[in-house]
């Protein structure tokens, strides 16, 4: 397979086909990414095409220090998060739900059940994707798209600094709770089955 | 923090625990209470779990329809680019 760095030359060079191949590997991780970030197919088919659009046009400019992959991505992050903060009509402070409790000396309260070898498992089944959907789904906006764009993405703290122009210490602070929240919702998914 | 941990002490350090940015000593303090404590034990692995689980299903194919209207849409964007510079 060629690889992308040659496709990106000839895209540069003026060649249609090889940007096309360059889309064609990467649409479907910047489309899935876009999708839940904007919880909309259709407004994730829009940013996708503004992305990628954008990204044509600024081929002359790129000079590879990233892989085209990262560098669309970023790009298609950067118009889902412009989109959301069109979408915000008041700035909402929550906080997730869900998370340990402790005792006075600091101790768990609860028994933990070590499900994590569940993770690795060959299928996923369908209502643990649904539960965590729905977990998902009810973290608070700002949580979410931390959570999404770290663990879900792979970007690094810096580029979601960037990208939401929060410090790095809040992007941890939020992505540690949202991890606590869906943590405590599998666990409790986990529970009921058992139960 | 204190000489020894709480289990609190370590489920609020494990994000930058599981980062490996923490101070060694620090490091050096979670290390020992989680071998000495199982349900924080249990408590990193299913934390760890969490990120793994969450990726795999939240996973998303772009529909063959989106797909081909993208490529309509670049061709059509990218060939009305070139018009103009002409």
């Known amino acids: ?195 | 923090m204190s000489a020894t941990s709480t289990c609190q002490d370590c489920i609020d350090l494990l994000l930058d625990y599981v980062d490996g940015e923490l101070p060694a000593d620090t490091k050096a303090k979670l290390d020992e209470h989680f071998h000495g404590c199982q349900p924080c034990e249990d408590f990193l692995a299913t934390y760890q779990a969490t990120s793994t689980l969450c990726r795999r299903s939240l996973a998303k194919k772009m529909p063959d329809s989106v797909a081909a209207k993208l490529h309509d849409f670049l061709r059509h964007e990218i060939s009305k680019d070139r018009d103009g510079e002409r």
């Not at chain 1, 560098?71 to 069109?86: G, K, P, Q, S």
Request: hydrophobic fraction near 45%.
């Open chain 1, 1 to 195: 397979m060629v690889e992308d760095s040659v496709l990106l030359l000839r895209a540069q060079a003026g060649e249609m086909a090889a940007f096309e191949q360059l889309v064609e590997r990467h649409q479907h991780k910047v489309f899935a990414m876009t999708a839940r970030m904007l919880r909309s197919d259709d407004d994730a088919a829009e940013v996708v095409q503004e992305a990628f659009l954008a990204a044509y046009k600024k081929l002359p400019e790129f000079r590879g220090e990233s892989a085209f992959g990262s560098w669309v991505y970023r790009i298609a992050a950067n118009y889902a998060l412009m989109r959301l903060r069109h979408r915000k009509v008041t700035a909402q402070v929550e906080e997730p739900e869900g998370g340990p409790e402790f005792n006075e000396r600091g101790s768990l309260i609860d028994e933990v059940a070590d499900w994590s070898p569940n993770a690795e498992g060959q299928t996923l089944d369908a209502e643990l994707r649904n539960a965590i959907d729905e977990a998902s789904a009810k973290l608070p906006e700002e949580y979410r798209q931390v959570f999404l764009l770290r663990d879900v993405e792979g970007l690094s703290y810096e580029e979601i600094a960037t990208a939401t122009g929060d410090s790095v210490p809040a992007i941890k602070s939020r992505l540690h709770r949202a991890r606590l929240s869906l943590r405590a919702a599998i666990d409790r998914f986990y529970a009921d089955r058992a139960s």
